[in-house]
């Protein structure tokens, strides 16, 4: 059994930063692609970023150069750095584990970025 836990949402200024961590458990993490999506009211969810088990980093053009998605397989914990938020980036963020055979889904946290 796979469970993720988000956390770090809130409400910021526009212009400020977010750390958002997802804790993880189970025994694929090591083999997992990790993602974050978000979904904005009204709108479908959309990938912002993910990291593959060997590091490869892809990001939606969206966030490219604001954001960073970073792993740790030791701890089974996966970050999403943003910088630089914009109204835009109001949404709820949720973690995505896939494994070969498998998905996983955190509950979401609320990213909320307006003066």
């Not at 960073?68 to 630089?84: A, F």
């Not at 584990?97 to 970025?113: A, C, E, I, M």
Request: hydrophobic share 35%.
């Amino acid at each position: 059994q796979v469970q993720l836990v988000e956390s770090g949402g809130g409400l910021v200024q526009p212009g400020g930063s977010l750390r958002l961590s997802c804790a993880t458990s189970g025994t694929i993490f090591s083999i997992a692609v990790l993602a974050w999506h978000r979904q904005a009211p009204g709108k479908e969810r959309e990938l912002v970023a993910l990291i593959t088990n060997s590091g490869i980093r892809n990001y939606a053009t969206s966030v490219k150069d604001r954001f960073t998605i970073s792993r740790d397989n030791t701890k089974k914990m996966v970050y999403l750095q943003m910088n630089n938020l914009k109204p835009e980036d109001t949404a709820v963020y949720y973690c995505n584990l896939r494994s070969p055979t498998q998905t996983y889904w955190g509950q979401g946290t609320q990213v909320t970025v307006s003066s």
